[in-house]
């Protein structure tokens, strides 16, 4: 067998088994199929490519390419068809560019982005996602989906486990047919109930007897009268 390519191979392999080391050191898995590593002191960097994953006990990350960088493989950049799962908290996202601080567990989506969570039955779209402790930011043509609900606006906060997401940002509620509008407009999955603030505008359907009924009301942050925000009225079961 020829020198040269025994001694690349023998590279190769030590490439390897060093970044291996340098994952299991903060308990990562990885898969690829094709390796690059650069070892360059203060731009050490891997970088995985074709069919890529890095795993461990709290999240899943596959991706057609996947950077790992910093002290202990602490940043995770990745791009092309992005998923990754939340382990601990039931939460899957899926993007076209993702950015994670796994030290501080902050994370970055763009384009495309999709936010589902399962333990809320709640699926989130929109064109950026941040997301941190808990607490998860859309912007953009952000689109809200749900049994019996879909909701629109610019810019949506979900605290994930209070179960309560906050739209702003020129918000609309269809919830069962009736539309609803405001400044603000409160979701609390848990309850079912919904929170308008602001300048308020409802449109309620009657369905069983093909009447219309619209509300117009206005007021800060409550109904016409100022006493109280307006809520979608509760139906049997409410949202699933």
């Known amino acids: 067998m020829n020198k040269s390519f025994v001694n690349r191979l023998t590279v190769a392999a030590l490439l390897l088994t060093l970044f291996a080391g340098a ?57 092309g068809t992005v998923f990754l799962r939340d382990k601990e908290q039931d939460v899957e996202l899926r993007a076209e560019f993702l950015n994670y601080d796994s030290r501080e567990d902050y994370l970055i989506l763009e384009g495309s982005a999709e936010f589902l969570d399962e333990s809320q039955d709640i ?22 989906l749900r049994e019996d609900l879909i909701a629109r606006a610019e810019y949506v906060r979900f605290f994930e486990e209070g179960g309560k997401l906050e739209l702003s940002g020129f918000p609309v509620v269809n919830y069962r047919g009736d539309e609803y509008s405001a400044d603000i407009i409160s979701i609390y999955t848990d309850s079912d109930e919904i929170i308008l603030e602001g300048e308020v505008q409802g449109r309620i359907s009657e369905e069983d007897d093909g009447a219309s009924v619209e509300e117009r009301t206005e007021g800060e942050g409550t109904g016409g009268d100022g006493s109280r925000p307006p809520q979608a009225p509760p139906e049997t079961g409410g949202m699933q």
């Open 23 to 79: 994952l299991t050191a903060d308990d990562f898995e990885f898969s690829a199929g094709r390796v690059r590593s650069g070892f360059a002191e203060g731009r050490e960097q891997t970088v995985l490519e074709n069919g890529a994953r890095v795993e461990n006990d709290q999240i899943l990350i596959t991706a057609d390419r996947i950077s790992l960088s910093g002290e202990g493989n602490r940043y995770i950049e990745s791009s």
């Open 123 to 144: 699926l989130v779209k929109a064109t950026f996602i941040e997301r941190q402790e808990g607490v998860a930011v859309f912007q953009i043509d952000v689109q809200i």
